[in-house]
């Protein structure tokens, strides 16, 4: 008997249940005794029993909402774990109760209900697959909140989210600064926020080092490590003219992206270059170790506290705004000098 066991009975995430048995803060009181006596009854061995007392201020909500879990999957389970960390220090610093909602929403407005029902003082939503009409549904939300991981200009809307055009101006660059000319996007059939302005990036910059575009420039896969691997696979099969660099939308894709062309006999980088989007630990691991854009989550975490308790202090009398936070190029060994 496990924690996934555990998780499954209680009805929660496997983090959340971790969180729980170690005593750590980022679950509920009423969440951490209901796993451990589930833990208890399952005779599984519990850690310790630290339970932590409720702060005067009361509690603030991590609410992870998923609508299909295809683009906010277990890949990206480190970069999400950093925003916990982060914000459960912010938050617990300014003294409130961190808790976390996760759920797979069926609907959006059940969701918004459901965080209504915890009550708490102010929500943090990682915003990976929500879209502007979920946007507009989370406004019906009767407590302050901040969306982060996304972000939309035509939304009117605190966000605080990565400096995605920024970034992918820094790997256009890169490229270029290397001899590439011959460069395409491979992006995710399924958009997000990100996905879109990483897209749209690409196309500012290609256009600022006046590099040609078309309609090959964008090759499109499915989300995830499997579903990169098995559509540029197929993609290959084809035997496409191949272009000196792949940009890829995050380092998931670009994972698959090179399983599919060492199937294929491409050596990397010297007949394409890869680059990669997010810094995962497996990035400096792999071979060759991938070039790609380190984003500053815990710096997204602690704004988006910062944005969150002002608008709770000022009860909502501030304007909307928009926070981005720069990310930075790591260059390691995918990419070639081709001049």
């Known amino acids: ?26 679950v509920s009181h009423e969440t951490r005794m209901r796993i451990i006596a589930l833990a208890r009854e399952m005779n599984y061995r519990v850690p310790g029993d630290r339970p932590m007392s409720s702060p005067s201020n009361g509690p603030i909500l991590l609410a992870r909402l ?61 915003g990976t697959e929500l879209d502007e009409s979920d946007l507009e549904i ?24 990565m400096a995605n055009i920024n970034a992918v101006y820094q790997v256009i660059n890169h490229l270029v600064s290397y001899g590439h000319v011959r460069i395409q996007m491979v992006t995710s059939s399924m958009k997000s926020g990100n996905i879109v302005l990483r897209e749209r990036g690409f196309a500012l910059a290609m256009a600022h080092n006046r ?26 099969d084809n035997e496409p003219l191949l272009p000196e660099a792949l940009f890829c939308y995050n380092d998931v894709a670009a994972f698959g992206v090179i399983k599919a062309l060492k199937e294929k006999k491409y050596r990397i980088p010297r007949d394409v270059s890869v680059v990669g989007f997010d810094d995962l630990p497996m990035a400096a691991m792999m071979e060759p170790h991938l070039t790609t854009v380190k984003i500053p989550t815990r710096r997204i975490g602690e704004k988006a506290v910062h944005v ?8 909502w009398v501030l304007e909307p705004s928009s926070w981005l936070v720069q990310g930075n190029l790591v260059v390691r060994d995918s990419v070639m000098r081709r001049t």
Do not use: W
């Open 1 to 26: 008997m496990g924690i996934k066991e555990i998780a499954k009975k209680a009805g929660v995430s496997k983090t959340t249940v971790s969180l729980a048995l170690n005593g750590h803060r980022g």
């Open 211 to 236: 590099l040609q575009m078309d309609e090959a420039s964008f090759i499109s896969v499915e989300p995830g490590f499997d579903g990169a691997y098995q559509t540029m696979k197929a993609y290959l």
């Open 66 to 126: 998923r609508k299909h879990g295809l683009l906010l999957n277990q890949d990206q389970s480190v970069f999400i774990m950093d925003y916990i960390d982060s914000i459960n220090k912010a938050v617990s610093a300014e003294g409130y109760q961190f808790e976390i909602f996760e759920t797979q929403c069926s609907t959006l407005q059940g969701c918004v209900e459901e965080i209504q029902r915890r009550h708490p003082k102010g929500v943090v939503c990682i």
């Open 138 to 161: 989370l406004h019906s939300c009767s407590v302050p909140f901040v969306v982060i991981d996304t972000f939309f200009d035509q939304v009117a809307c605190d966000f605080v989210d």
């Open 308 to 315: 969150l308790l002002e608008k709770i202090k000022t009860e």
